[in-house]
């Protein structure tokens, strides 16, 4: 009878010992699962992240481009308006004094 008993004993244990191996193994599997997502979702945000950056840099600068050139452009109307209200008050101004003399 005792030997049946500790038969059963060692049974148990090798049984118990065997299930926590398997446990022991899916958990790594599992941890091992969840840090390759992880890894994946910073390479992912990351590239992301650079790739906005990059496009926003890039944004910028043809914003900043096209502020230059939309304010040569506004600078030469402007000056040409001037030019053209002086020319008009020149113009008025010698015919009027034609006129009282």
Do not use: P
């Amino acid at each position: 009878m005792l030997v049946w008993r500790d038969f059963i004993r060692r049974e148990r244990n090798a049984c118990n010992v065997i299930g926590a191996i398997a446990r022991k193994t899916l958990r790594m599997e599992v941890f091992q699962r969840i840090r390759l997502v992880a890894r994946e979702k910073y390479l992912e945000d990351d590239a992301h992240r650079k790739l906005s950056r990059y496009f926003r840099l890039m944004k910028n600068n043809l914003l900043k481009k096209a502020m230059v050139t939309w304010r040569k452009n506004s600078y030469g109307e402007c000056v040409q308006s001037m030019v053209a209200m002086e020319e008009t008050y020149e113009s008025t101004k010698r015919a009027n004094d034609k006129r009282m003399s």
